[in-house]
């Protein structure tokens, strides 16, 4: 008669308690890095805003009163950007004589890590008359990498 070879209690216990580790570690660094890409999703759409007042937009439109800045169609409109929503994104954007401020907040109800998540995008008129990009470190830097959209124009 033959033996039957098999694994032991114990070897499956060990193998499902390390499976169970490797778990652990992996889902939030897995969470973790859905939110970045989630987080990152209108940056393209914001970076080419600078190029939309590099050529046919100046800083003197800032201000124009008929500029509609009150929701992300009419934003991107008035830039000649698409930027992207689908049900996740609002914006808003509020002017003044050297300054546009495009609020970006998400809208989804999942991830959960993005919750409340909002940041702003500025753009200031400086005093040579060149145009500033940022978007200021937040609590949310954790997920936006806010120097990819740092810069100016002249």
């Not at 193998?15 to 209108?42: G, H, M, R, S």
């Not at 495009?102 to 400086?126: K, M």
Request: glycine share 8%; net charge neutral; hydrophobic share 40%.
């Amino acid at each position: 008669m033959q033996k039957r070879q098999a694994f032991s209690l114990i070897e499956l216990m060990v193998v499902i308690a390390i499976i169970a580790i490797l778990a652990a570690i992996a889902l939030p660094l897995y969470q973790d890095f859905t939110c970045k890409t989630k987080a990152n999703e209108p940056l393209k759409a914001l970076a080419d805003i600078k190029g939309t007042f590099g050529g046919d937009m100046s800083g003197e439109d800032l201000d124009d009163p008929t500029n509609d800045w009150s929701s992300g169609t009419a934003i991107g409109n008035t830039l000649s950007v698409a930027l992207p929503s689908a049900g996740r994104w609002d914006y808003s954007g509020v002017a003044t004589t050297n300054d546009l401020v495009i609020t970006i907040s998400y809208a989804a109800s999942r991830p959960a890590c993005l919750q409340g998540f909002v940041f702003d995008y500025h753009i200031n008129r400086t005093s040579n008359d060149g145009l500033r990009f940022r978007v200021p470190a937040s609590s949310n830097s954790k997920y936006v990498r806010t120097t990819e959209l740092t810069g100016g124009i002249k």
